[in-house]
């Protein structure tokens, strides 16, 4: 399959979405705002459609109208941010606003489904481009600021005290949860974000190993599910999405019951 250069751009795309997916995700978890993941994908499916119907890239329309609707749930603070009904509105909202922005497309309706469900077999060369960049920036951001950002998940108000920032540590990370979770639709669409960003990071996390070893599990965790549904896809022609959707579950799985078993 690796004869083909769309497969080898495939495992290519599957590697830097989940290079970034894996760690941000593992803080995602931590931090208990698994669901904002969601709502991000949601208000990034309204950017992509509205983009399409501009004449525009669904990439750049989903990356911004993600990153605002982040930097936005940063600012509001947790007590708009984790309220589900404030968060199911967005959804609402953001869905009607995608389906409208697709009721009028007549020439790209088919881009704009395949981002519902990802298109990983159409990731062009400059897409790929767009990728890296976007990676590259997410993993040095985090990097940058991961230790602030472990000491605020874990002990907010000692950290606040400690005179760490709180809300700027909100805006920024929630900006790179919008910013992954814009790469993480092309890979397995709108619908299925929480495959890659949530899956890994809550396998690790079960296992109770120390931060810079799961974070690093995370990234080999969530490549290898990648990769596993893109070699599970081309065998036996069923989506991509699915089968990392799959694997992710199964894993998971796999890990709660070993750990009931072990007693731990």
């Not at 509001?76 to 199911?88: K, L, S, W, Y």
């Not at 810079?212 to 065998?235: K, Q």
């Amino acid at each position: 399959m690796l004869d083909y250069d769309f497969m080898r751009i495939a495992f290519c795309a599957a590697f830097l979405v989940a290079a970034v997916c894996g760690p941000v995700g593992w803080f995602l978890v931590l931090r208990g705002q698994t669901f904002a993941s969601h709502a991000l994908s949601h208000v990034g499916f309204a950017g992509a459609t509205g983009a399409l119907l501009l004449g525009f890239s669904p990439l750049s329309g989903m990356t911004l109208g993600a990153l605002s609707a982040g930097v936005l749930m940063g600012f509001a603070g947790e007590r708009t941010a984790g309220r589900d009904v404030m968060i199911g509105l967005v959804l609402s909202v953001a869905l009607g606003l995608g389906a409208l922005f697709l009721h009028f497309l007549t020439h790209a309706a088919s881009a704009a489904t395949a981002l519902l469900f990802g298109d990983i077999l159409g990731v062009s060369r400059s897409m790929l481009l767009w990728l890296l960049v976007l990676s590259v920036s997410c993993l040095a951001v985090l990097a940058f600021l991961s230790r602030p950002l472990l000491f605020a998940s874990l002990q907010p108000e000692l950290a606040e005290a400690k005179g760490v920032s709180i809300r700027l540590l909100d805006v920024i990370f929630l900006a790179l949860v919008a910013l992954a979770t814009a790469e993480c639709a092309q890979i397995t669409g709108i619908l299925l974000v929480f495959t890659l960003m949530v899956a890994p990071a809550a396998t690790l996390l079960r296992m109770g190993l120390a931060p810079l070893v799961a974070l690093a599990g995370t990234i080999f965790l969530a490549v290898a599910e990648a990769w596993g549904g893109l070699v599970l896809s081309w065998y036996t022609d069923a989506p991509t999405s699915f089968w990392i959707a799959l694997i992710g579950g199964i894993v998971f799985l796999l890990t709660c019951g070993a750990q009931r078993l072990f007693g731990r």
